[in-house]
């Protein structure tokens, strides 16, 4: 049996269907349809269920492609570990990204990190619910919160910043400004309707302290959190990197800075240390690499 028709399974697997496998290695699909029947023979197991054009995972493909990812991961690794000249990657790979103020910041990051392993291949998906990673076939995913609540996954977590509150000069101008934390809590904040289903309104304060946000407006996408303070509807609660063009501009006013206070910006997960493919494990070191760097004078 040969490693190289496993490692095909997987990408055939992760990659969706046979059409978008035989796109992305440029190689005809006739080639992996035969390979890929070469190894259902060789282990007397249907991988797939096969319907006119369409093919979809067995059971026992599911369970194979589970159980030997690691093994083949592992492997890659343990080989990788030997040789003294690096390995040039290769994979197909998929993230998933949270569509967060500012996320063209990780779209960059991804794009050079392509330029360099010129043989791996990357899907970003762009949305605001929790994926799960498993019946997804994601690599790698983005995640936000003080911590991380999922133990199955394991985790990176990525360099802490620093957040305050902001609103924009128009509602102030109708509101007033909080000049103390207690004027601060009696104003509408803008709510986000976390993944989880969560609602994300309590916020900290000075010495420890923190309190629940009363808001009118709840949105469950990030982007618009912002959007919306410029649009008048209430205060939020952002890291400044992300907002400071708009202060620059005078469009956003930063309030109480001396409650401004550290927070996790995200998280990086993936399912299992021995599931995680060379590629995938230089990406996120990656990834970290360069956040910490982009983050650095936060």
């Not at 501009?249 to 299992?272: F, I, N, R």
Request: proline residues 4%; neutral net charge.
């Amino acid at each position: 049996m040969k490693t190289e028709d496993i490692k095909l399974f997987h990408f055939i697997v992760d990659a969706g269907n046979l059409t978008k496998a035989s796109e992305l290695l440029d190689l005809p699909k006739s080639n992996l349809s035969r390979r890929l029947k070469n190894l259902e023979n060789e282990l007397q197991v249907k991988l797939f269920h096969r319907d006119h054009r369409e093919i979809t995972l067995s059971k026992n493909g599911r369970l194979f492609y589970q159980r030997s990812k690691s093994i083949i991961n592992e492997l890659e690794f343990t080989v990788e570990s030997l040789v003294k000249e690096s390995v040039e990657l290769s994979a197909q790979l998929r993230v998933h990204l949270l569509p967060l103020p500012g996320i063209d910041l990780f779209e960059n990051i991804i794009f050079r990190f392509m330029e360099m392993h010129p043989k791996v291949a990357i899907e970003i998906i762009t949305s605001s619910d929790e994926r799960d990673l498993i019946e997804h076939n994601i690599d790698i995913a983005l995640r936000i919160g003080a911590s991380l609540e999922d133990s199955n996954l394991i985790a990176r977590q990525l360099k802490t910043v620093k957040f305050g509150y902001y609103a924009s000069p128009e509602y102030l101008a109708m509101h007033g400004v909080p000049r103390t934390e207690e004027e601060l809590m009696q104003h509408q904040f803008i709510i986000h309707r976390q993944p989880n289903g969560k609602l994300a309104k309590r916020f900290p304060l000075c010495q420890g302290r923190s309190f629940e946000a009363k808001g009118r407006l709840i949105v469950n996408d990030f982007s618009m959190l912002v959007r919306a303070c410029l649009g008048n509807q209430g205060l939020v609660y952002q890291p400044h990197r992300l907002v400071q063009a708009e202060v620059d501009k005078g469009h956003l006013v930063h309030l109480l800075p001396e409650t401004d206070s550290q927070a996790g910006s995200g998280w990086l997960v993936y399912p299992t240390r021995t599931s995680l493919s060379p590629a995938a494990r230089a990406l996120i070191d990656y990834l970290v690499k360069e956040v910490d760097h982009i983050f650095i004078e936060c």
